[in-house]
DNA sequence: ATAAAAATTAGAATTATTCTAAATCTATTC
DNA sequence: GAATAGATTTAGAATAATTCTAATTTTTAT
């Protein structure tokens, strides 16, 4: 594992959010200046592959990275806030339904957070330019 | 409702695959031969909007378009395949664990499909140009 | 029939990501 | 310790998906 992977995985590990390439590559560029996006990319794609970090999609948002402990997530409909949750293992329950057998599986609890609830807070950064009014 | 939004939903709720916005361009255009892409986006939106349809991100493939009946997916970790299950809901064990009410959840499962336990299928088109070997 | 509002179109713009090719770093051999 | 091969990184171009803009068309209400 080459020195800007391990950084990578130290950063994704050791945050407590989920982190977007592009924050991510903020990050590295404290611990070594000349880093480039690419290379975020590249190692990325390397350490998810060897199965050492998990990505997760969000309809609308970028894609970002997440450590490989068991855990599942929450997803504020209303601002897009991802959080962690850890809930039961639930394979056993799912495995009893499916004959093939299973790698593991995602699951996004959709709710409104606390904030939306109230009503003050500002949408989560997602693609393209500004959402709704 | 436009005329252009029910034929898209009802592209959508017609079929037995998961299309993307492109796909569902090049169906509307065989009802509306001068439809534009920017007009499958804006009735998407809206259509997801009103909860009228889902919207399901594969981490690596674009979204793509769903019917709003209850069920879960199956993943191919492979070749990406993607494919419809039922199983039971849900709601209740994980509303059991949560303090805050759950609005919906979506739960993926990560398997190989068949094909791919064969070796004999094609990867799935994902983003940018080609993936592996 | 006319005016106002909404939807659509075409294409430019944007964002996230991947690719390319050159440059740099690393490890290995002599 | 220099020469070399291989891997990694860099910088920027290229691409794909999606969003935006502004002009045009369609629909609705008057």
Request: proline letters at 2%; hydrophobic letters at 30%; one cysteine or more.
């Amino acid at each position: 594992m080459t020195k800007n992977a391990k950084y990578i995985l130290e950063i994704i590990n050791s945050s407590n959010v989920h982190l977007t390439a592009e924050q991510i590559y903020l990050s590295l560029k404290e611990k070594n200046k000349t880093a480039a996006l690419a290379t975020v990319y590249n190692n990325l794609s390397f350490l998810y592959k060897e199965g050492l970090i998990k990505k997760i999609s969000v309809e609308g948002y970028p894609d970002c990275y997440d450590n490989i402990k068991r855990h599942d997530h929450l997803v504020c409909k209303k601002c897009g806030k991802l959080s962690d949750i850890v809930l039961e293992d639930l394979t056993g329950i799912i495995q009893q339904q499916i004959n093939i057998p299973i790698l593991s599986y995602d699951l996004k609890i959709n709710y409104i957070c606390a904030g939306c609830q109230k009503g003050t807070v500002e949408q989560r950064q997602g693609k393209g330019r500004d959402k709704e009014p």
